[in-house]
């Protein structure tokens, strides 16, 4: 107490006396040098916190009782509030009916321990019993070793990119936004060192993602470059890995509902990277929680409520030696619904209340049932257990709800407008009454409490009127802007949660604007997109005209669109072009002009251009000057669109254009666009003689531009590039780019960069006749885009299928897909030609003669697109197995600009050799010796430098065909020698349909 010491000068009106300083003041001379003891009354406050040593009862000067004392000794290691609630006296909550998915979870963890890993995920409702289970489960590994890592995902940060990482690695080693940088550095060293980890690649990674200082032996890492978030996945789970090699790990992630989409990445990635390590993976979440894993090591284990004989032990459990009155236990089972929760939460509020009285080993009522006040709602029992609280608990508990289910005592001082000694009296009552447990680490502003369940934190939020609810809200805003700079950095979004709570709106789309650009600049794209998406509504939402809704809107909107374009998200397209309209709408030229680049650029990755991005850039012409870098770049993509859509004429002159403007104004950007628009098939003629090398330094000149850009457009230029060597048969080129391609694509790991390289490694594989690796990748390229709202990937993928099948002689088993992608893309000329050679190979000669006539009579009219020389090849083979001479004429007119080429589908689908092996063939046709011999040595000696060897096989077996037609003496000796290659070719690469046709040709020799 606080009272007059002394009299007269030596009066002191404010000194503290009574027993408790008394006590301090004699315990101090019971400690030893360098420790701390305490009494029985602090040890009860701090039980389960950390770990003490009886030293027993002491008598102390001036106490009148002796007094028991405890040395403490350290941390007791306790992790969640079932670990607190464990160390102490309190009870645990019992666990009943829960027998077979315990027995499930050891059985998965015996299975770790042998090296095979394991997932669980707990599914079920709130206050269903999820973590007791996991803490059953921990209390049944007692005496083993093992390592556990404990996640907690939480409901103001799920759009906080890795946060229950980051509060990992905060409450594990104290290290984060709280600690301090020198000494976090030397701690991060010392916790990555032990694990046998590449410090050089680890410790960059988790400095930048931790904000410490950079070690000076390392090279910083690049949060901003779109790699970053892939690496920190790489890193987080070589930790797992290396921590699994020393101990069994068991990995518990808690509340996965409300888990940030970075954070599900890197649980994904554990599950694909860590198959066979001593890891159990186990996640608790209620039932909107619907990953889609089909992982084999993966299994879903829904809890129950519990059934009436269940809730009526648990209560007993919890009532303990006494019985509590018939009616009231039936009154409690029947309201209980068999949440566990609301069964321990209501008995409790029962036996805390003033209805009954014990009697003997019994209780009894105070009074008629009528009496008992009992909440039929959870929600209503926990409001309950509120009121029960005195005011000044309750209102502690109210303004820590605001901040969040963990809440520091720094800022809920500042909220409170009390000190932190003030505080510790209410905050003790909350945790003996077990509405909060003292968190074990500190946190931003000092030591944390956490609500025990999230259901209880939102009972206390729900009981503040909206008025109260926002000046708290406010206050921590300003008290996190003011005070707290490293959650101005580090967690912007929570800022921006606390101003959108307390309806300051302009404050708000400001801090969700900054949490959006951190996110971008980490590559947590979808996390950019949610917290870009917030901003946009709350502009939207600001009173005033249109006007300035629309003008503080659309940069966000923007944002928004760059990051769904980083995430290869469809919706982008939909956002430039809304974007775009606002623009116009409201007089905006240089933002309707950047929308418009953009939208032509997600065309370019996303779909195909379309005549939409056309209107948009020939409407932007009459936007930019004359003479500006602004319609340097409208030019080049609207060449690009042209070229794309058909209007080639037009597009040829525009390309031209922007090529003068962009070498005038030495505009780098706009050159790459004009230089990857002239590979395009109908920019002008394809190459051919001298022509060829000058290719080759148009592709050499794209790459050294796109270096000086992101590496988004490095990946786009290697993919380009790359079949652009492949076109002029240069596969010392194409190999190169593709290992480079490869390595970008590994360091991203975007969906979008997986799909290209898979399917380069498909279009490898089927040159060099490896047809299972190559059915492997496409089917992984396929599998990359699931889930994209984007249908390009199924096109490629059934070509590359087709080809692969065809030259199995499996052809039947695609039959059904080609004929279904003639049904849905009627004006597609690639997939016609393809059913054509699915018939002649099966021999239906009437359906091949019929099909090929209709196109013949419509002159063969193909555009001038990516799939021409593709279609050509595909006559060529009908028209050759027909034996129409008449119109192998016209095909080989058509064919004959690419006879220096391979036929190549860009940008990662298909190759399928040399033209000239098709022109030799339609040669043949014809009759035409002279001519189909020199096509065929020319086929031969370029498919021999691509190493293209099922082609190499398949121009052997025509040219030897085409010999034993022409009949001369020396033939049949050349003939035989070019079919024996292609046999043994036939047979070593499983080429079973070239197998049969070359067994028909011995029969005809």
Same mark, same amino acid.
């Given at each position: 107490?606080?009272?007059?010491?002394?009299?007269?000068?030596?009066?002191?009106?404010?000194?503290?006396?009574?027993?408790?300083?008394?006590?301090?003041?004699?315990?101090?001379?019971?400690?030893?040098?360098?420790?701390?003891?305490?009494?029985?009354?602090?040890?009860?406050?701090?039980?389960?916190?950390?770990?003490?040593?009886?030293?027993?009862?002491?008598?102390?000067?001036?106490?009148?009782?002796?007094?028991?004392?405890?040395?403490?000794?350290?941390?007791?290691?306790?992790?969640?509030?079932?670990?607190?609630?464990?160390?102490?006296?309190?009870?645990?909550?019992?666990?009943?009916?829960?027998?077979?998915?315990?027995?499930?979870?050891?059985?998965?963890?015996?299975?770790?321990?042998?090296?095979?890993?394991?997932?669980?995920?707990?599914?079920?409702?709130?206050?269903?019993?999820?973590?007791?289970?996991?803490?059953?489960?921990?209390?049944?590994?007692?005496?083993?070793?093992?390592?556990?890592?404990?996640?907690?995902?939480?409901?103001?940060?799920?759009?906080?990119?890795?946060?229950?990482? &980051?509060?990992?690695?905060?409450?594990?080693?104290?290290?984060?936004?709280?600690?301090?940088?020198? @000494?976090?550095?030397?701690?991060?060293?010392?916790?990555?060192?032990?694990?046998?980890?590449?410090?050089?690649?680890? *410790?960059?990674?988790?400095?930048?993602?931790?904000?410490?200082?950079?070690?000076?032996?390392?090279?910083?890492?690049?949060?901003?470059?779109?790699?970053?978030?892939?690496?920190?996945?790489?890193?987080?789970?070589?930790?797992?890995?290396?921590?699994?090699?020393?101990?069994?790990?068991?990995?518990?992630?808690?509340?996965?509902?409300?888990?940030?989409?970075?954070?599900?990445?890197?649980?994904?990635?554990?599950?694909?990277?860590?198959?066979?390590?001593?890891?159990?993976?186990?996640?608790?979440?209620?039932?909107?929680?619907?990953?889609?894993?089909?992982?084999?090591?993966?299994?879903?284990?829904?809890?129950?409520?519990?059934?009436?004989?269940?809730?009526?032990?648990?209560?007993?459990?919890?009532?303990?030696?006494?019985?509590?009155?018939?009616?009231? /236990?039936?009154?409690?089972?029947?309201?209980?619904?068999?949440?566990?929760?609301?069964?321990?939460?209501?008995?409790?509020?029962?036996?805390?209340?003033?209805?009954?009285?014990?009697?003997?080993?019994?209780?009894?009522?105070?009074?008629?049932?009528?009496?008992?006040?009992?909440?039929?709602?959870?929600?209503?029992?926990?409001?309950?257990?509120?009121?029960?609280?005195?005011?000044?608990?309750?209102?502690?508990?109210?303004?820590?709800?605001?901040?969040?289910?963990?809440?520091?005592?720094?800022?809920?001082?500042?909220?409170?407008?009390?000190?932190?000694?003030?505080?510790?009296?209410?905050?003790?009552? /909350?945790?003996?009454?077990?509405?909060?447990?003292?968190?074990?680490?500190?946190?931003?502003?000092?030591?944390?409490?956490?609500?025990?369940?999230?259901?209880?934190?939102?009972?206390?939020?729900?009981?503040?009127?909206?008025?109260?609810?926002?000046?708290?809200?406010?206050?921590?805003?300003?008290?996190?802007?003011?005070?707290?700079?490293?959650?101005?950095?580090?967690?912007?979004?929570?800022?921006?949660?606390?101003?959108?709570?307390?309806?300051?709106?302009?404050?708000?789309?400001?801090?969700?604007?900054?949490?959006?650009?951190?996110?971008?600049?980490?590559?947590?794209?979808?996390?950019?997109?949610?917290?870009?998406?917030?901003?946009?509504?709350? =502009?939207?939402?600001?009173?005033?005209?249109?006007?300035?809704?629309?003008?503080?809107?659309?940069?966000?909107?923007?944002?928004?669109?760059?990051?769904?374009?980083? =995430?290869?998200?469809?919706?982008?397209?939909?956002?430039?072009?809304?974007?775009?309209?606002? =623009?116009?709408?409201?007089?905006?030229?240089?933002?309707?002009?950047?929308? =418009?680049?953009?939208?032509?650029?997600?065309?370019?990755?996303?779909?195909?251009?379309?005549?939409?991005?056309?209107?948009?850039?020939?409407?932007? &012409?009459?936007?930019?000057?004359?003479?500006?870098?602004?319609?340097?770049?409208?030019?080049?993509?609207?060449?690009?669109?042209?070229?794309?859509?058909?209007?080639?004429?037009?597009?040829?002159?525009?390309?031209?254009?922007?090529?003068?403007? @962009?070498?005038?104004?030495?505009?780098?950007?706009?050159?790459?666009?004009?230089?990857?628009?002239?590979?395009?098939?109908?920019?002008?003629?394809?190459?051919?003689?001298?022509?060829?090398?000058?290719?080759?330094?148009?592709?050499?000149?794209?790459?050294?531009?796109?270096?000086?850009?992101?590496?988004?457009?490095?990946?786009?230029?290697?993919?380009?590039?790359?079949?652009?060597?492949?076109?002029?048969?240069?596969?010392?080129?194409?190999?190169?780019?593709?290992?480079?391609?490869?390595?970008?694509?590994?360091?991203?790991?975007?969906?979008?960069?997986?799909?290209?390289?898979?399917?380069?490694?498909?279009?490898?594989?089927?040159?060099?006749?490896?047809?299972?690796?190559?059915?492997?990748?496409?089917?992984?390229?396929?599998?990359?885009?699931?889930?994209?709202?984007?249908?390009?990937?199924?096109?490629?993928?059934?070509?590359?299928?087709?080809?692969?099948?065809?030259?199995?002689?499996?052809?039947?088993?695609?039959?059904?897909?080609?004929?279904?992608?003639?049904?849905?893309?009627?004006?597609?000329?690639?997939?016609?030609?393809?059913?054509?050679?699915?018939?002649?190979? /099966?021999?239906?000669?009437?359906?091949?003669?019929?099909?090929?006539?209709?196109? @013949?009579?419509?002159?063969?009219?193909?555009?001038?697109?990516?799939?021409?020389?593709?279609?050509?090849?595909?006559?060529?083979?009908?028209?050759?197995?027909?034996?129409?001479?008449?119109?192998?004429?016209?095909?080989?007119?058509?064919?004959?600009?690419?006879?220096?080429?391979?036929?190549?589908?860009?940008?990662?689908?298909?190759?399928?050799?040399?033209?000239?092996?098709?022109?030799?063939?339609?040669?043949?046709?014809?009759?035409?010796?002279?001519?189909?011999?020199?096509?065929?040595?020319?086929?031969?000696?370029?498919?021999?430098?691509?190493?293209?060897?099922?082609?190499? @096989?398949?121009?052997?077996?025509?040219?030897?065909?085409?010999?034993?037609?022409?009949?001369?003496?020396?033939?049949?000796?050349?003939?035989?020698?070019?079919?024996?290659?292609?046999?043994?070719?036939?047979?070593?690469?499983? *080429?079973?349909?070239?197998?049969?046709?070359?067994?028909?040709?011995?029969?005809?020799?």
């Amino acid at each position: 107490m606080v009272g007059e010491v002394g009299a007269g000068a030596t009066r002191d009106q404010d000194a503290i006396t009574g027993e408790t300083p008394n006590i301090a003041n004699r315990l101090q001379g019971e400690a030893a040098s360098d420790t701390m003891v305490i009494g029985e009354v602090t040890r009860k406050l701090v039980d389960g916190l950390f770990e003490f040593e009886d030293l027993g009862p002491r008598r102390l000067k001036g106490v009148s009782h002796p007094i028991c004392i405890y040395r403490v000794v350290g941390d007791s290691g306790a992790v969640d509030r079932f670990s607190l609630r464990a160390r102490t006296r309190r009870s645990m909550t019992p666990l009943v009916g829960r027998e077979a998915e315990l027995d499930m979870l050891r059985r998965r963890w015996h299975q770790v321990r042998d090296g095979e890993m394991r997932s669980v995920l707990l599914v079920g409702e709130a206050g269903i019993g999820k973590s007791r289970l996991l803490r059953a489960l921990r209390d049944s590994l007692r005496g083993e070793t093992y390592k556990l890592a404990p996640f907690f995902c939480m409901s103001h940060h799920v759009t906080s990119a890795f946060w229950p990482v &980051l509060d990992w690695f905060r409450r594990t080693w104290r290290l984060g936004p709280s600690s301090r940088p020198q @000494a976090d550095a030397g701690v991060l060293g010392r916790i990555i060192g032990p694990l046998n980890l590449d410090m050089a690649e680890t *410790m960059p990674i988790l400095e930048a993602f931790l904000d410490l200082p950079g070690d000076e032996r390392y090279r910083p890492a690049d949060t901003a470059a779109p790699s970053f978030r892939r690496q920190l996945i790489d890193v987080l789970v070589k930790m797992m890995a290396a921590m699994a090699r020393r101990y069994p790990l068991l990995l518990v992630v808690e509340d996965a509902h409300w888990i940030d989409p970075s954070t599900l990445e890197f649980l994904r990635q554990v599950q694909e990277q860590l198959p066979a390590a001593r890891v159990m993976l186990l996640i608790t979440g209620r039932p909107t929680f619907r990953p889609d894993w089909t992982y084999p090591q993966f299994v879903q284990i829904n809890l129950d409520r519990l059934s009436r004989r269940e809730r009526t032990v648990m209560v007993e459990r919890l009532v303990g030696n006494r019985v509590l009155p018939e009616a009231v /236990l039936d009154e409690i089972v029947t309201k209980t619904d068999g949440i566990p929760l609301f069964v321990e939460e209501l008995t409790k509020a029962v036996l805390e209340g003033d209805v009954l009285r014990e009697s003997g080993n019994a209780y009894e009522l105070v009074g008629s049932m009528q009496s008992i006040a009992i909440p039929d709602t959870l929600q209503g029992s926990l409001m309950a257990r509120l009121d029960h609280l005195d005011a000044e608990a309750r209102d502690v508990a109210q303004i820590g709800a605001t901040i969040g289910r963990e809440f520091s005592t720094g800022l809920l001082a500042r909220l409170a407008d009390r000190s932190e000694e003030e505080l510790a009296a209410p905050l003790a009552r /909350l945790v003996a009454s077990e509405i909060v447990v003292p968190a074990m680490v500190e946190s931003f502003a000092g030591a944390s409490h956490v609500f025990r369940h999230a259901l209880i934190q939102e009972a206390a939020y729900q009981s503040l009127l909206l008025a109260r609810r926002r000046q708290y809200h406010a206050a921590a805003a300003e008290a996190l802007e003011a005070h707290f700079p490293e959650v101005a950095t580090m967690q912007p979004e929570t800022i921006a949660q606390h101003w959108t709570s307390a309806n300051r709106l302009d404050d708000a789309i400001d801090w969700w604007q900054r949490a959006g650009e951190r996110a971008m600049g980490r590559s947590a794209y979808q996390e950019a997109c949610a917290h870009f998406q917030r901003g946009v509504e709350l =502009a939207e939402r600001q009173p005033g005209d249109d006007r300035g809704r629309y003008r503080r809107a659309l940069p966000l909107l923007m944002a928004r669109g760059d990051a769904e374009f980083r =995430a290869a998200s469809s919706p982008a397209q939909a956002t430039y072009l809304e974007c775009a309209s606002l =623009a116009r709408q409201e007089n905006l030229p240089t933002l309707m002009v950047a929308a =418009a680049l953009r939208y032509a650029d997600s065309e370019v990755y996303l779909s195909v251009p379309s005549q939409t991005s056309v209107a948009l850039l020939d409407e932007m &012409l009459a936007v930019v000057g004359e003479d500006t870098a602004d319609r340097c770049q409208v030019l080049s993509r609207l060449a690009k669109a042209l070229l794309s859509t058909g209007e080639t004429e037009r597009g040829r002159d525009v390309l031209q254009q922007a090529r003068v403007m @962009a070498k005038r104004l030495n505009d780098r950007r706009s050159l790459y666009e004009v230089l990857v628009s002239d590979l395009m098939p109908n920019a002008g003629p394809p190459p051919c003689g001298a022509g060829v090398e000058e290719r080759r330094r148009t592709l050499t000149l794209i790459w050294e531009i796109a270096q000086e850009f992101e590496s988004i457009l490095k990946l786009e230029a290697l993919t380009r590039i790359s079949a652009g060597f492949l076109e002029i048969a240069d596969v010392d080129g194409f190999e190169r780019t593709l290992r480079m391609e490869r390595e970008i694509a590994q360091t991203t790991r975007a969906s979008f960069d997986k799909w290209l390289i898979a399917n380069g490694e498909a279009m490898h594989g089927i040159i060099q006749g490896a047809f299972a690796e190559a059915e492997r990748s496409s089917l992984d390229a396929l599998n990359a885009l699931n889930g994209h709202d984007v249908d390009f990937p199924l096109g490629i993928h059934g070509m590359q299928m087709f080809t692969i099948r065809r030259e199995q002689g499996r052809l039947a088993e695609v039959a059904p897909l080609v004929k279904r992608f003639v049904r849905e893309n009627p004006d597609s000329a690639v997939w016609r030609p393809g059913l054509m050679l699915i018939a002649s190979d /099966l021999g239906f000669e009437a359906q091949v003669r019929r099909m090929f006539d209709a196109m @013949a009579e419509a002159g063969f009219a193909l555009p001038l697109d990516s799939k021409r020389t593709v279609t050509l090849a595909y006559l060529a083979e009908v028209c050759a197995w027909l034996g129409d001479d008449r119109r192998a004429a016209e095909i080989h007119e058509l064919l004959l600009p690419y006879r220096d080429l391979a036929v190549v589908v860009p940008i990662h689908a298909l190759c399928c050799g040399a033209a000239a092996r098709y022109l030799g063939m339609l040669s043949a046709t014809m009759k035409d010796w002279p001519a189909a011999e020199q096509y065929f040595e020319a086929a031969l000696a370029t498919e021999e430098r691509m190493k293209a060897w099922p082609w190499l @096989a398949h121009t052997r077996h025509e040219y030897a065909a085409m010999l034993l037609a022409r009949g001369r003496p020396q033939d049949k000796v050349r003939a035989a020698e070019l079919r024996d290659m292609s046999l043994a070719a036939a047979d070593r690469l499983g *080429m079973g349909r070239l197998r049969q046709r070359l067994v028909g040709t011995v029969a005809l020799a």
